[in-house]
């Protein structure tokens, strides 16, 4: 530990606000949290690498440091769980230092406090690379239990939290991530599976369909597509952005159709609306539009090793 | 997610043994972990670079990946804790690819296996960057509470569980984690505060110092110098090495003088010498060489932010 990391850690110290739940934050060997009870324990972690998952002058660091919070808070969010705290390591290219670091954990600390998570611990160190930001988020269940991707059935109704599409125009990096949307539902239905919508609708649809051992058909005309997605004018049409893009961040989850009827009549949630998408099946992968079936694949982005 | 990760985590799931404590291994949103008990949690997150924390031509990746965990065991270890279950992120540089990602695994599994501690989840990218890890490692507290590096008091005996220096040639990539060990002598004694030495023996100390508001004297002619240290021929003696070189990984602990006492008559850590190499004393920071002290400066091994 260098002078300069004593320094920065000092300043950490200083901008983390004191949480019950951390009984030891930055500058021990291991941070320490008291949890509340024997409920399940819930891990996210994910790392954002320059380059490949931001544009650093594009973005600005704030906003890096959000996504590499938020896009943990969306796969807390995603299993119906509450985050307790975030570690986040960050790899500083050389010739920047501390002014960056302290702009991403700014970032990173607005969101942070919105969530109730403690920023309780990482490690920065400079090195002769691009920005490198790991976050990990410890979570906990609610009384409720975890909402798997693996629980949805023939016959459940499929459905997202909001539009989709277009999300590289900017909600990539400003999105909320559905935590507390995620809570309330778990507590007024019966969530079977869920997921955040990270690598595009129908990849992320078809990942649930394979870990739950079913199909989906989904209803193209239900689909809610993005104002963004709207105003790109490429060779794929919005309905496609929606459908491919990436970096959504919203649920997609399964319900019984008693549950998805009573969802769709009531909208529970407070400033969210709830499209109901289409329905899983024992098997296949279906696009309807008006009356015709065509296979869809499950193609979306691909940000990941391959 | 990409085909390739999802191959990947497939290969993933058949390397990884069933483990009771993990509820939901790769492959879902999040993890999931039952802890067995309300003791307090232990969160260690370290981030290794290429260039900066390793050589990957010299290293080997398996040596890469272990070291990658065995640090965060380190950390953990210094807590007197109990490790559970890791999560490991990865960039990959694209060039690479598959057979990397595999071998830094390897080099993961086989410490893990041995720690009992299981690989639960993380994420592997692949980008225009250099090789770059970051593992988060989840533990629980004994019974008997953790060890911070806070509780040292003026009077206590300073202990280190292994000789110093020179870990660059080696030691660096294959050290122990003293986990067992660690929780073997919060069993015996009362440890009062305890590091992982990662930046060397006298800045480590000091950080003891610094944290539990005393002072110290090392002995010089009690710090045991590894026989890597001595066979360096630089401008340093051996001696210096042994202060000063980074990532020894080896324990520096405060007990009370009666448990110090004991801990010397009877070793009672199988395989494990401990050396009693100083005290702790109200202020001042200093180095004994027969009746002389001269003030030692807690310089040591700079690897990170600064």
Redesign the interface.
């Known amino acids: 530990?260098?002078?300069?990391?004593l320094e920065?850690i000092r300043w950490l110290r200083q901008q983390t606000p004191s949480d019950p739940r951390v009984?030891?934050g930055p500058?021990?060997?291991?941070?320490?949290?008291?949890?509340s009870?024997?409920r399940?324990?819930?891990?996210?972690?994910?790392?954002l690498?320059?380059?490949?998952?931001f544009l650093l002058a594009e973005a600005g660091a704030e906003l890096v440091g959000r996504k590499a919070l938020a896009v943990n808070l969306s796969?807390?969010a995603?299993?119906a769980?509450e985050p307790v705290?975030a570690?986040?390591?960050?790899?500083?290219p050389r010739q920047s230092?501390?002014r960056l670091?302290e702009d991403l954990y700014r970032g990173m600390r607005k969101l942070a406090d919105r969530f109730q998570t403690a920023i309780?611990?990482?490690?920065?160190?400079?090195?002769?690379?691009?920005l490198?930001l790991?976050v990990?988020?410890?979570?906990q269940?609610t009384d409720r239990g975890?909402v798997?991707?693996?629980g949805a059935r023939p016959g459940d109704w499929l459905f997202v939290t909001g539009p989709l599409g277009g999300s590289i125009r900017g909600k990539h990096l400003t999105f909320e991530p559905r935590v507390e949307e995620a809570i309330q539902l778990h507590r007024l239905v019966d969530l079977h599976a869920?997921?955040?919508i990270s690598?595009g609708l129908a990849?992320d649809v078809y990942?649930l369909c394979s870990?739950s051992g079913c199909g989906a058909v989904l209803r193209a005309q239900a689909i809610p597509v993005s104002s963004a997605a709207k105003e790109i004018h490429d060779q794929r049409s919005p309905l496609e952005h929606a459908l491919y893009d990436g970096e959504d961040f919203e649920l997609a989850f399964a319900v019984a159709p008693s549950d998805g009827q009573w969802l769709v009549e009531n909208q529970p949630i407070e400033g969210l609306h709830l499209f109901h998408i289409g329905q899983f099946e024992t098997e296949g992968f279906w696009l309807q539009q008006d009356e015709r079936r065509t296979p869809l694949e499950p193609l979306?982005y691909?940000?990941?090793?391959?």
Not at 49 to 53: P, V
Not at 87 to 92: E, Y
Not at 302 to 306: C, K, M, Q, S
């Open positions: 530990m260098s002078a300069g990391e920065y009984l030891l500058g021990d060997d291991a941070a320490a949290l008291q949890m009870s024997e399940p324990l819930v891990v996210a972690s994910d790392m690498l320059e380059g490949s998952c796969d807390v995603a299993m769980a705290a570690f986040v390591n960050i790899g500083l230092g501390r670091a309780a611990g990482g490690d920065t160190n400079s090195w002769d690379g691009p490198v790991s990990t988020i410890v979570g269940a975890l798997q991707r693996s869920m997921i955040d690598d990849r990942h870990e979306g691909e940000h990941r090793l391959g």
